[in-house]
T-cell receptor
Framework: EPEVTQTPSHQVTQMGQEVILRCVPI?????FYWYRQILGQKVEFLVS????????KSEIFDDQFSVERPDGSNFTLKIRSTKLEDSAMYFC???????????????FGSGTRLTVV | AQKITQTQPGMFVQEKEAVTLDCTYD???????LFWYKQPSSGEMIFLIY??????QNATEGRYSLNFQKARKSANLVISASQLGDSAMYFC???????????FGQGTTLQVKP
């Protein structure tokens, strides 16, 4: 079964450092997403991406965040200058179609646990 | 705007019994999808079941079924014959038929007792 792959699974970084979280979406999927889950809290939408541009972003996705699809297979989330409150699990997801109206086409990765110290 | 409410922060169920996890939603999208995910302590999001807003029948996937009441905007998850491995956090989410964004509820922690 096709998977969304995220690397690394865990990352520890110092406050103020830049961090890049990587994702390889399912190959025939065209829509890509990042979500965040602070420990013990709900999963929150960060950003959606299609056709090499951001489709929608949440209030959380401020200027410290950016996304990129550098080479046609990877989808990355960059946090420019990490803060303690950026510590969370970050999930990548991809979907085949634009709307979330089909279970088969919406797949989450296993997440990257980011710890900012 | 979309909103999901899961009113049960924690639930207990005896092994082999059925349990219902509540979820109500609010959305202005005419087309939307409802998702349930399981999140074990390891952290990954495991897809359980999906219901489309235009689906006439309630979705079922093995021991999971979704009690979809569109007029009441509820999408409760029913787990039959609970197993110890069902102990986890469960999230309900509503997906926009337009944008693809998922909005999640706060989650319900389920503990299955032997």
């Amino acid at each position: 079964e096709p998977e969304v792959t995220q690397t690394p699974s865990h990352q520890v970084t110092q406050m103020g450092q830049e961090v890049i979280l990587r994702c390889v979406p399912i190959s025939n999927h065209l829509y890509f997403y990042w979500y965040r889950q602070i420990l013990g809290q709900k999963v929150e939408f960060l950003v959606s991406f299609y056709n090499n541009e951001i489709s929608e972003k949440s209030e959380i996705f401020d200027d410290q965040f950016s996304v990129e699809r550098p080479d046609g297979s990877n989808f990355t989330l960059k946090i420019r200058s990490t803060k303690l409150e950026d510590s969370a699990m970050y999930f990548c997801a991809s979907s085949e179609v634009r709307g979330a109206v089909g279970a088969d086409g919406y797949t989450f990765g296993s997440g990257t646990r980011l710890t900012v110290v | 705007a979309q909103k999901i409410t899961q009113t049960q922060p924690g639930m207990f169920v005896q092994e082999k019994e059925a349990v219902t996890l509540d979820c109500t939603y609010d959305t202005s999208d005419p087309s939307y999808g409802l998702f349930w995910y399981k999140q074990p302590s390891s952290g990954e999001m495991i897809f359980l079941i999906y219901q489309g807003s235009y689906d006439q029948q309630n979705a079922t996937e093995g021991r999971y079924s979704l009690n979809f009441q569109k007029a009441r905007k509820s999408a409760n998850l029913v787990i039959s014959a609970s197993q110890l491995g069902d102990s986890a956090m469960y999230f309900c989410a509503v997906g926009s038929g337009n944008t693809g964004k998922l909005i999640f509820g706060q989650g319900t922690t389920l503990q299955v007792k032997p």
